[in-house]
């Protein structure tokens, strides 16, 4: 089934940055399509990215575009998620994952593979 990691979450000030990092194991991450998603406390998990194993296209969800990217490092085996402009509505739990698929979609198929996530936190 193989892993996935999740890495490089904090506390940061409003209009900071960060680097989260989806390290597999087991994964050859290149071969599928990569989701980021977040659950703030109280709230529902929501996604916020995705790239395409296909063809690299990315998709972001309205309120992240423009601050944040996803990339691959495929030597690396690690997707990540640079997050620029960061408010303190981005507060969350951020999760990695991946359904094997290769597109992205707006529903994960049955067979998921999840981190165990990395919090957030953008406050001053």
């Known amino acids: 089934q193989g892993q996935l990691e999740e890495s490089g979450g904090g506390l940061v000030q409003p209009g900071g940055s960060l680097r989260l990092s989806c390290a597999a194991s087991e994964i050859t991450l290149d071969a599928y399509a990569v989701y980021w998603f977040r659950q703030a406390p109280g709230k529902e998990r929501e996604d916020v990215s995705c790239?395409?194993?296909?063809?690299?296209?990315?998709y972001y969800r309205e309120s992240v575009k423009g601050r944040f990217t996803i990339s691959r490092d495929n030597a690396k085996n690690t997707v990540y998620l640079q997050m620029n402009s960061l408010k303190p509505e981005d507060t969350a739990v951020y999760y990695c994952a991946t359904d094997f698929d290769i597109t992205c979609s707006t529903g994960l198929a049955t067979r998921q593979v999840w981190g165990q996530g990395t919090l957030v936190t953008v406050s001053s």
């Open positions: 790239i395409n194993s296909s063809d690299g296209r990315t």
